[in-house]
């Protein structure tokens, strides 16, 4: 018998669960509550189940499901019996599913009804054994064959190295990559960030973010869970939704754009802020002004952190002491970070360079991938995030951006981010991306994007005026070429601006 410790993190949260099993766990849309004790026998039904269809410790169970309370139980129930989660975004179609199950090969498949025939074939094509549906209200028969099975379910022993879960990087560039995570690289970022936060007795998370990536799924929901706290459990953001629940959440964790859309809402201020007591903001950059806004009308300081797929969360600004923005904290405890030159050199604040890190929440490798595993660890174990940033004497970090949207024009680098913040300066500007675009002397042309306000001051940009008001500031090299003007930049469902469709878009 092993008398180790289970490192299942399903025990690990559970170790925050309420005494009283019927405390709250989910507070839903439709007013419906889930308690703590209901969730436990859901995943314990769910567990049964997929042990009954044979699913084995390490085996992959893919899901492709709206976010509904029963998708968060079936996560659970993954953990529980040492299945290994794989979540697939929504959106994806039959080309990438039939790459991330063939790569995947997971012996159990839940769809969405309306994707059923879909999912059959693509199950015999790629040897899934069994196929089951869930639907956006907790229908289909993943749900009808749980209803049969046992309310108690013994978790499965798990090593600290065993795989919890893969998800894929949502690359823009070559194949996408399944980053295998661990039970205890979930554990240690999820004891971090709780203490980290001071997650407390009473909060209350409002949690609207989608449950396909590491933001929703991991940082958000491991908090609460191992807070034992409830959950406002919505199925997406809506700002008109914030308006009605956020007097009842303690805490909120979101994506940029989530800030930049309860601006726009009029009663968002101090007082209907009054009873918060931590907004987190991440997955892209905050923009200074929104941060700034942010303080202005609601009394808060949006906390700012910084992490990944790869390894969860990296840094962030302290809750006690300076949250400064723009930047993105310090390294978490249990993670180091570096900044280095192109041969690995740490390089001291001020200076520019690639982020590496290291840690026991940093992922084990990329699935069946490595080859490209070794590429991206150093020989000391630290992990290339492909990442741009640079220390301010203070310690504070921040990001620049992603290494492949480093701009080369003419042998000179431009760091995209140092333009973007002073063409946002600029009235009348919402916002801007720079990009390279291929050209043939400089190599790459620095090129500008620019968001207008529906104002007079932005029907009065014009890219003369933006490129001579650069001239003034920069050094000639780093002055856009082109600037051209956009309804709104492209964005994926994280908030992240799509510089890979803008380089396509404006190629031409
Ligand atoms: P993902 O793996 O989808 O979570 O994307 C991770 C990437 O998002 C990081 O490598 C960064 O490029 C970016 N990112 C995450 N948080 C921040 C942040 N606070 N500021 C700027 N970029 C961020």
């Not at 040492?82 to 929504?90: S, W």
């Not at 080859?371 to 660890?377: D, P, V």
């Not at 291929?438 to 029907?459: C, I, N």
Request: net charge negative.
């Amino acid at each position: 018998m092993n008398t180790d410790k289970n490192a299942n993190l399903f025990e690990v949260l559970r170790a925050g669960f309420p005494s009283d099993s019927n405390a709250p766990c989910l507070l839903l849309h439709c007013g419906r509550q889930i308690s703590y004790g209901e969730m436990e026998k859901e995943t314990a039904r769910m567990g049964n189940l997929l042990v009954s269809l044979g699913v084995q410790p390490g085996d992959r169970v893919a899901v492709q499901v709206k976010k509904s309370p029963q998708a968060l139980f079936l996560y659970l129930a993954c953990l529980r019996s040492g299945a290994v989660y794989l979540p697939l975004n929504d959106a994806y179609q039959r080309h990438e599913l039939e790459y991330f199950l063939g790569d995947a090969t997971p012996r159990v498949f839940v769809c969405q009804p309306q994707m059923r025939i879909l999912a059959d074939e693509l199950a015999v094509e790629t040897a899934v054994s069994h196929v089951l549906e869930l639907d956006e209200d907790g229908g289909g028969s993943l749900m009808q064959l749980a209803a049969r099975q046992p309310e108690t379910f013994s978790t499965v022993f798990r090593r600290s190295d065993d795989l919890a879960a893969i998800l894929y990087t949502s690359g823009t560039t070559g194949r996408s990559k399944g980053a295998m995570l661990t039970h205890g690289n979930l554990a240690a970022n999820a004891r971090v960030l709780h203490s980290c936060w001071r997650f407390r007795p009473g909060d209350v998370l409002l949690h609207m973010l989608p449950i396909y990536h590491v933001h929703g799924l991991f940082v958000a929901i491991h908090c609460a869970l191992l807070n034992g706290s409830p959950m406002l459990f919505e199925p997406r953001f809506d700002a008109g939704r914030v308006m009605e629940l956020l007097p009842k959440a303690t805490v909120f964790m979101g994506v940029p754009t989530y800030y930049v859309r309860l601006l726009a809402e009029a009663g968002f201020d101090l007082e209907f802020c009054a009873r918060m007591r931590l907004f987190i903001s991440g997955s892209a950059p905050l923009l200074k002004e929104t941060f700034d806004d942010f303080r202005l009308r609601t009394g808060h300081t949006i906390l700012e952190r910084y992490g990944m797929t790869e390894g969860g969360m990296f840094s962030s600004n302290p809750y006690e002491g300076e949250r400064r923005g723009s930047t993105v904290g310090f390294p978490l405890p249990g993670t180091d970070i570096r900044v280095v030159d192109d041969n690995d050199a740490p390089l001291p604040a001020g200076k520019i360079g690639n982020i590496q890190v290291k840690g026991g929440n940093v992922f084990a490798g990329y699935w069946q991938m490595p080859e490209k595993t070794r590429e991206e660890f150093t020989a000391d174990g630290f992990f290339k995030t492909g990442d741009m940033g640079q220390w301010d004497s203070e310690g504070y970090l921040s990001i620049v951006g992603r290494s492949r949207d480093l701009i080369i024009t003419g042998g000179l680098n431009v760091y995209p981010k140092e333009i973007e913040e002073l063409i946002d300066e600029m009235p009348g500007v919402v916002e801007t991306a720079v990009i390279g675009l291929p050209h043939p002397d400089f190599g790459e042309a620095v090129t500008a994007v620019v968001a207008r306000q529906k104002s007079a001051a932005g029907d009065a940009l014009e890219e003369a005026g933006i490129i001579g008001r650069l001239k003034d500031i920069l050094a000639a090299f780093k002055v856009p070429k082109h600037v051209h003007f956009i309804d709104d930049l492209p964005r994926n469902a994280m908030g992240k601006v799509q510089k890979n469709v803008l380089r396509q878009q404006y190629s031409d």
